[in-house]
């Protein structure tokens, strides 16, 4: 167990419908990364949150946006879905702040769009 | 220049035999290199790290071995078990950067 909580741990919905996946990074850590896993494109990183402020953007399509609340807990927010957003998405935190470099990762969401 | 390269795609290896998984990558700006174990419907688990200013990091079964010069690194399992298996990502990182870049992945079988 990493200390990572998500939830839900499985998500069904149709297309054209919005989603919101929670994340609750180890005690303590104050960065929460978003990464999300297909198929296709293996891990692919997201996004990432220090404190409650944006840090980094990678991969993320602008139907998705994410936000870190005060109590430093992640909600990733999926809208207009398709059928390829099917895929498990990961939160990970990180000690140490921005000099952290292990990521620990949540047991994730699997996300089903049909 | 992003990529990490990883091979095999799948490997399968005798219980008690050792199971070595290949990484290479461009980005000279790399200086973290993890591996992590993902058993099916779980997260990815960090395994072991290394930084490229050692050529080896040894934790329990689990070796790292790491060529910079080649920018090569690679995970080698020694005395697999069943319970080894599962799908193992390579990953690197810029500690300027904080995203991970992951290899395709590996899955491993061992079999008993």
């Known amino acids: 167990d990493s200390g990572v909580t998500q939830t839900p741990k499985h998500l069904i919905t149709a297309t054209g419908q919005r989603v919101t996946l929670r994340c609750s990074p180890r005690?303590?850590?104050?960065?929460v990364y978003w990464y999300q896993q297909s198929l296709d494109q293996g891990l692919q990183f997201l996004i990432q949150?220090?404190?409650?402020?944006?840090?980094a953007k990678g991969n993320i399509l602008e139907r998705f946006s994410a936000q870190q609340f005060p109590d430093l807990h992640s909600e990733l927010n999926l809208s207009s879905l398709e059928l390829g957003d099917s895929a498990l998405y990961f939160c990970?935190?990180?000690?140490?702040?921005?000099?952290?470099?292990?990521?620990?990762f949540g047991p994730g969401t699997r996300l089903t769009v049909l | 220049q992003q990529q990490v390269k990883q091979s095999p795609q799948s490997l399968i290896v005798q219980k008690g035999g050792i199971s070595i998984i290949n990484c290479a990558y461009e980005?000279?700006?790399?200086?973290?290199f993890p591996w992590y174990q993902q058993f099916p419907g779980k997260g990815p688990a960090l395994l072991i790290a290394?930084?490229?200013?050692?050529s080896e990091k040894k934790e329990g079964r689990f070796t790292i071995s790491f060529n910079k010069s080649a920018k090569q690194f690679s995970l080698h399992i020694m005395d697999s078990q069943p319970g080894d298996s599962a799908t193992y990502f390579c990953a690197a990182k810029n500690t300027g950067f904080q995203k991970l870049v992951f290899g395709t992945g590996t899955r491993l079988l061992v079999s008993p």
């Open positions: 990970a935190s990180t000690p140490l702040g921005l000099a952290g470099n292990e990521q620990f």
């Open positions: 005690s303590g850590d104050l960065s």
């Open positions: 290394i930084r490229p200013d050692v």
């Open positions: 980005n000279t700006a790399f200086d973290y």
């Open positions: 949150y220090y404190n409650g402020e944006e840090r």
